[in-house]
């Protein structure tokens, strides 16, 4: 994890110098019932055969509880890339395609690719800031109306969690409909669930009385709660 962590430091610094943007490829698996320790050991068969470095093509797999995708996997590259990046062909390794197919591909009910991007004018950390983070509360928004007073608020919002000490990644996708992220890291673990939430307090303290009443009518004409779930990594199906 903290060979992941360094290059995630370098790849910001670099990307950010040249004014590239930042995205992940991410797979999200829905397992098929009953198959799910036939998914987890050919997972980990296929991990340790084609992705066991970090440092080479290796990936973080995290388990997802609650939330409309319960039980399922999420699949994140532990290397970010630019869209430019991404327009370069990829050549396949060999045989690892069929291997996939025979270990992994008959236990996965069905499966869902997004490229997500990262946002760090919404965003409270770094990504390198997760470094040994393994746990994460997740809230998706489908938005609705891109308006410039929307994405006014949700800077706003952003000074709130700052104040309030909560580390947020804020990532976007355009695959399928413009959807948003917002992943709190839990360094503490769960019991960081525990704390009373306090963000409207917070927010109008920063931005004024009542000030959360207005915004929020302003946000609901922006988006839409669409889900909210937990991540963990799996130890066993990552990338060492």
Not at 100 to 118: A, G
Not at 140 to 157: D, H, P, S, W
Not at 206 to 232: C, M, P, T
Request: with cysteine; proline share 3%.
């Amino acid at each position: 994890m903290k060979k992941q962590v360094l290059f995630l430091v370098l790849f910001f610094l670099c990307t950010l110098s040249f004014g590239q943007r930042i995205t992940f490829r991410t797979t999200l698996n829905e397992v098929k019932l009953a198959n799910r320790g036939s998914y987890q050991a050919g997972s980990e068969k296929m991990m340790l055969k084609y992705y066991p470095s970090l440092n080479n093509d290796g990936r973080i797999v995290y388990n997802v509880t609650g939330g409309k995708n319960d039980g399922s996997y999420l699949i994140m590259p532990a290397k970010p890339s630019s869209f430019a990046e991404s327009d370069i062909p990829t050549s396949l390794i060999e045989g690892r395609p069929d291997f996939w197919r025979v270990n992994v591909l008959p236990f996965i009910e069905s499966s869902q690719t997004d490229i997500l991007e990262y946002q760090p004018d919404f965003s409270t950390s770094k990504l390198e800031e997760g470094e040994n983070v393994e746990k994460y509360l997740v809230t998706e928004f489908t938005v609705i109306n891109r308006t410039r007073a929307g994405l006014e608020v949700r800077k706003k919002m952003s000074k709130a969690w700052e104040k309030m000490g909560h580390k947020m990644i804020v990532f976007s996708t355009w695959t399928g409909v413009n959807r948003i992220y917002h992943s709190r890291l839990l360094p503490n673990g769960w019991k960081e669930l525990d704390a009373v939430d306090n963000f409207v307090t917070v927010y109008d303290e920063l931005h004024g009385k009542e000030a959360w009443v207005k915004d929020l009518a302003i946000l609901n004409e922006y988006w839409e709660r669409a889900d909210s779930f937990l991540l963990q990594v799996n130890k066993t199906l990552s990338s060492k």
